[in-house]
Every structure is written in C-alpha cells, then in structure tokens.
C-alpha cells in the first residue's frame, strides 16, 4: 500500500472550516484515498473516501487533486466533537481473493477544535 | 444497524495469564479484522478472516497469539502467555467482502 504524510498537528477554531491534508505521491491508479477518525478511547470510524472525483457525504468533503498525489479532507463547520486523530489511507479496494483489503495506518493528524 | 460488538470493555492481567477477547461483527459482513493499537500509535492489523478462512495473519505473533471465526460470525482472539509488551488496544472491525471497514470500540489490555 502506498504511504500517506499528515501533519502531525493542527489547530482549528469552533465554527471555522478544518483543512487537514494529505500526501500521497506514490499512489496508484487503484487505490482508493480513506479517511478516517478516531476519538479519544474510541474505534476508528469512517469518515469518507474516493478514488478521483471529490467527494461530499454528511460528514466531511474529500478533494483529491488531479494527479491523485494529494488530497484535503474538510471538515466544513468545526465542533469541538471534532477533535479527534484524522488517518488519511490509500488502498486498492478489494481483491478477487482476498475480499476487502486491510487498513495501513500512520501516525495521522490529531486536529484540535480550540472554542 | 447495530455496530460491532466487542467484550470485555478492559481487562487488566499478570504477565504470563491467558486473555481472550471476544468481537461479533456487524450482520452480514463476510470479511472481520483483528487490529492491535499501542498507544500512540496507529492500528496495526494481526489477522484478517473472509468468513471464516484466514487470509492474512502474517502480523500475528503465532507463538503466543491465536485467533478462530467459527461459522464465520464471530470471532475470539486468544493471548497465552501474555507479556509486558501486550498492553494495547484490541480492535475489531468487519465490512462486507468489497466494503468500507467498520471498527468496534475496542478492549483495552493491560498486562501488570
């Protein structure tokens, strides 16, 4: 799987829009970009992903630029619920044999929403 | 729908004690995962299952470490003897075989 580079850290102000990105320049044709969050003593829980096209679900927009080497999730309206570690993941989606493919975590982004 | 289930919550233990966790995934998901999350840091899989055939465990410390899905629904992973270094937290987590994974709440291992 390829690896993904976050920030380690971000601030973002309650009511602001949270940019967090993501790099990914050794992605292949593929992979999928992930996005997931864990809150703290919780599981991960899926947020959004895409392969090319930007995505926009209740939860979060995902923009994937046009080589596919980068991405941002954004997370439109901040709330202090929102702070949490964002994983960015790349993955092929599922295999023939195999069925879905397992989840390489880094060491993700802990985004803090400041009041 | 309800999430994936696991127990017990926490779970504190000598070294050299046997531990057994216990994940029941969300209904239908053929595939369920066993990931092991050390503080922080991120999760790191030990075992995947497609029903109940194993089709990774290349991360599974085998020597001490065991994990069954019988009728491919729920699933035990079983430490014997656990060590210092055990102390983490056991995630599960199930999808459908082409699907989005989903990650119970975890158990969390303390091994005095």
């Known amino acids: 799987d390829a690896k993904t580079t976050q920030p380690p850290s971000m601030d973002c102000a309650e009511g602001r829009a949270a940019n967090l990105p993501c790099n990914h320049s050794t992605i292949s044709g593929n992979e999928y970009v992930y996005w997931y969050r864990q809150i703290h003593s919780q599981g991960p829980q899926y947020i959004i992903h895409?392969?090319?096209n930007n995505e926009t679900n209740e939860m979060a927009s995902l923009i994937i630029t046009e080589d596919r080497k980068s991405s941002t999730l954004i997370l439109p309206h901040a709330t202090l619920r929102d702070t949490a570690v964002y994983y960015c993941i790349v993955r092929v989606g599922w295999d023939l044999v195999q069925g879905a493919q397992k989840l390489v975590f880094g060491q993700g982004t802990r985004l803090t929403i400041n009041p | 729908e309800a999430g994936v289930a696991q127990s017990p919550r926490y779970k504190i233990i000598e070294k050299r004690q046997s531990v057994a966790f216990w994940c029941n995934p969300i209904s239908g998901h053929a595939t369920l995962y066993w990931y092991q999350q050390i503080l922080g840091q991120g999760p790191k899989l030990l075992i995947q299952f497609q029903n109940n055939g194993v089709v990774d465990d290349s991360q599974l410390p085998k020597d001490r470490f065991s994990a069954e899905r019988l009728k491919g629904v729920d699933s035990t992973l079983k430490i014997q003897p656990a060590k210092l270094e055990d102390s983490a937290v056991y995630l599960c987590?199930?999808?459908?075989?082409?699907?989005?994974?989903?990650f119970g709440p975890g158990t969390r291992l303390t091994v005095l």
């Open positions: 987590a199930s999808s459908y075989t082409r699907g989005t994974q989903y």
């Open positions: 895409g392969l090319k």
